[in-house]
Nanobody, 120 residues
């Protein structure tokens, strides 16, 4: 009923920038929460950035000041702008949206993941 499609992952040099997109489609009534997670090789999946429907944001200390989470309500799309990228940002990034439909209560949906590689 609801599907998330991620895009924007790429190979980029240290200091470069990328913008990840997470587009939701389906019978969406409301998006109540938005978040980006990442999982690097040998590490546990971690929360990178999150935002409530009211606009409250929080970031992992490792990305604070470099990453920005935002949204386009008209397009049901959430973005992660990543600047000043470092090799330690290399990971698979996953979008997670809490979505309510007309016929179901809110629950979490995951994107398919997109690879970000920061390397010279």
């Amino acid at each position: 009923q609801v599907q998330l499609v991620e895009s924007g992952g790429d190979l980029v040099q240290p200091g470069g920038s990328l913008r990840l997109s997470c587009a939701a489609s389906g019978t969406i009534f409301s998006i109540n929460g938005m978040g980006w997670f990442r999982q690097a090789p040998g590490k546990q999946r971690e929360l990178v950035a999150a935002m409530t429907s009211g606009g409250t944001r929080n970031y992992a200390d490792s990305v604070k000041g470099r990453f920005t989470i935002s949204r386009d309500n008209a397009k049901n799309t959430v973005y992660l702008q990543m600047n000043s990228l470092k090799p330690e940002d290399t990971a698979v990034y996953y979008c997670n949206l809490r979505i309510a439909t007309v016929t179901s209560q809110a629950r979490a949906y995951w994107g398919q993941g997109t690879q970000v590689t920061v390397s010279s």
